[in-house]
């Protein structure tokens, strides 16, 4: 019976060291085959129990290298099977790139779209505020007009008057006919009419002939009278 080495070291158990040792000093018999050197162990220097454990181990390893040996050869790479995996990892990688970019122009188109609906917010805040100045403007302007219309007219009114007063205070004037002359309301020229009416008899600047009121500009004065 023939022993590899790892085998008579594992019955024997003796370090391989000292089994080279011992094949130095030929004091083993062993044999050389394709490479692999066999020690020959007699059947009688094993027991029972060895013989079948080192007959097992031995049927397996040889079931074992006729099946490798049997087994498939795998083919051989040649330049065209490389040349396919790379065309194949770079078709992968192109689609990943598209998928990339696309990713990204999504992220682009979003991002410039949120910036859109910020700006149109901003827009639509700073025309608010515009629209609302706007009107604030408006009606100052209409304000500013009415107090200088207003302004116009008192200043119209009181030069009217103070044209219109030194004619009459040379001479006598009826107060329906002078009431005519002022720029008043019908109400205002009631109210003045009735406060002569009150006063008349006890004050002498007030004159009645025919029925009617006179009043003498040239010696009174009737501001207080005339007042509205």
Known sequence: MRLTLDEYSAHFKMSKEMINSKLRAKKLNYIIEDGVTYIIV??????SDKRSEVHQQQTEKRQEEKAIKNAPAKPKTTVAMV?????????????????LEAKIDKLID???QMLRDEMSKIEQVYSTKDEQLKNILELINTKL????AQTVHEVETL???EIEEP???NEIVELKSYLKTLNLQPYQKKVIKRRFLAVYGSDIRVLKQNGKLYLDFSKYDYSDLLEY
């Open 145 to 148: 007009i009415a107090e200088k």
């Open 110 to 112: 979003d991002k410039e």
């Open 167 to 169: 004619k009459k205070k």
């Open 159 to 161: 030069q009217n008057r």
């Open 42 to 47: 007699t059947r009688s220097s094993l027991d």
């Open 83 to 99: 040349l396919s995996l790379y065309q194949r990892e770079n078709q992968q990688l192109k689609e990943k790139i598209v998928q």
